[in-house]
């Protein structure tokens, strides 16, 4: 069916170390992946993305890991910062004839200082 | 600031009315997608439209509506409105429809429209 899974409704962190969010998807056939970042009160934010012919991508201090094998996808926050507390939700689109995207339910990211 | 506009920002109707959410996507994306987010819910999707013409839908109601238009803002109309249907509605835009770059599949959110029915 469709679906993309968090492992994690809350993660805690401590400031400064590194955070990594999971999730799973369920459809092979998607072949698109995004990060999105939304803080209290406002629509979700764009982070990063990665098609699936790539297994790795990194942007700034923010790295997003794809293994196909076994459909699971990570983001990987570098040196955590009290701004980097949001939810984070993994999303997956297919890109064929339908095209909606479809989202996790979200890992709320709690830093402590 | 992500450049999709979302008007209302905050709407309180009563059970049985009918409200429209309108929606000006980023400046040059012909596509625009609508998406309900419910209290502990993540993002449902509602629908998209891709230069006018629907593109791809999701769990919408038949009570609800979208269209977009040659200007290429969206609106998204609810009818009969329920309790349950309190919710933030996002809308968010994109470059391309289908395949396309990396960066022409990333889609853009607004801020949201906060929708209680009372």
């Known amino acids: 069916g469709e679906s993309v899974g968090l492992h994690l409704p809350t993660l805690s962190v401590q400031e400064g170390d590194n955070s990594i969010i999971n999730c799973a998807y369920s459809?092979?056939?998607?072949?698109?992946f995004i990060w999105y970042k939304q803080e209290s009160g406002k629509g979700p934010q764009f982070i990063i993305d990665?098609?699936?012919?790539?297994d790795k991508r990194q942007g700034q201090r923010v790295t997003v890991l794809l293994n196909k094998t076994v459909k699971h996808l990570s983001l990987q926050i570098a040196a955590t910062q009290p701004g980097d507390s949001a939810v984070y939700f993994c999303?997956?689109?297919?890109?064929?004839?339908?095209?909606?995207?479809?989202f996790g339910k979200g890992t709320r990211l709690h830093i402590l200082p | 600031d992500s450049g999709v506009t979302q008007t209302p920002k905050h709407l309180i109707t009563a059970t049985g009315q009918r409200v429209t959410l309108r929606c000006s996507p980023r400046?040059?994306?012909?596509?625009v997608y609508w998406y309900q987010q419910s209290l502990d819910q993540g993002l449902q999707f509602l629908i998209q439209y891709y230069n006018g013409e629907e593109r791809a839908k999701g769990n919408i109601l038949e009570r609800f509506s979208a269209q977009q238009f040659p200007d290429l803002h969206s609106e998204l109309n609810l009818s009969s409105l329920e309790l349950g249907d309190s919710a933030l509605y996002f809308c968010?835009?994109?470059?391309?429809?289908?395949?396309?770059?990396?960066?022409?599949?990333?889609?853009?959110f607004g801020e949201g429209s906060w929708l209680t029915v009372v």
């Open positions: 400046s040059g994306d012909l596509s």
């Open positions: 990665i098609r699936s012919n790539m």
């Open positions: 459809n092979s056939a998607s072949d698109y």
């Open positions: 968010a835009s994109s470059e391309l429809s289908g395949t396309g770059t990396l960066s022409g599949n990333t889609i853009y």
């Open positions: 999303a997956e689109k297919k890109t064929n004839r339908d095209d909606k995207i479809i």
